[in-house]
């Protein structure tokens, strides 16, 4: 009897990698995504590769990419939410469909998780459980990844189509912004010289940052990076004039 293959110890962060890698714009492509194509079989075809060392790929694969992912997204919560909305009607049957258009005439959610404000919420049924019976949930799930594949077809189509232009003015704002944010990384990671007290503590806030350029990360935002700056600017003045 042949012996199982073990499993590879980092499959599940691998199989996120890939997924990212096919989610990708179509403008970021060519050899930037064939080399992490290649990193990515490499990982596969190597087990003892550290986890370290496979999630700074993958940031390192988020902050390349990150202009085009951002304008995609800004394209995308134009054309693409619509075209979901248009679609996901389209695949249902009239009847699922009629009761599903008065679930979100009456304000219902489908994605309980993004509408949750706090742990309790987490932990309730959402109203779309308990609105919906399971086959008419099952159905409206298929329809909603159905309608999603659709909606990206279409956005794909229009960044290197229609709206090209705007895309590509969105991609260069992003550079900008991302040369900005990398700035500020870095002036947080100086002042960490400047106490030994405090710098394991901003230390560990620089690799929050650079993790946040990560593909499957929330994300970084200019927000959370200038708050970081001040907040320890402001502890170091307070300290150095203690």
Do not use: C
């Amino acid at each position: 009897m042949a012996t199982k293959a073990p499993r590879h110890p980092h499959t599940y962060t691998l199989d996120l990698f890939d997924l990212a890698l096919d989610r990708l714009p179509p403008t970021f492509a060519g050899e930037a995504k064939d080399k992490y194509r290649e990193r990515l079989a490499y990982f596969r075809a190597h087990p003892e590769v550290g986890y370290d060392e496979i999630m700074k790929t993958i940031a390192a694969l988020g902050k390349e990419s990150w202009p085009h992912r951002k304008a995609y997204e800004d394209l995308y919560a134009v054309y693409g939410r619509p075209s979901e909305e248009s679609h996901l009607l389209d695949n249902l049957d009239q009847a699922v469909r009629q009761k599903f258009e008065t679930f979100i005439h009456e304000g219902g959610k489908i994605n309980h998780i993004e509408s949750a404000k706090s742990a309790d919420d987490l932990h309730q049924a959402s109203p779309f459980e308990r609105y919906f019976a399971p086959e008419e949930k099952f159905a409206i799930q298929q329809a909603l990844l159905l309608a999603r594949e659709a909606a990206r077809k279409e956005i794909n189509e229009l960044v290197v189509g229609k709206k090209k232009y705007d895309y590509d003015r969105l991609v260069e704002q992003y550079r900008g912004l991302r040369q900005r944010l990398e700035g500020q990384v870095v002036e947080l990671k100086n002042l960490a010289e400047v106490s030994e007290k405090w710098r394991p503590d901003i230390m560990d806030k620089v690799r929050l940052l650079e993790e946040g350029w990560s593909v499957v990360e929330s994300g970084i935002s200019e927000q959370v990076v200038a708050s970081e700056l001040d907040y320890w600017k402001g502890v170091l003045q307070t300290f150095l004039h203690a």
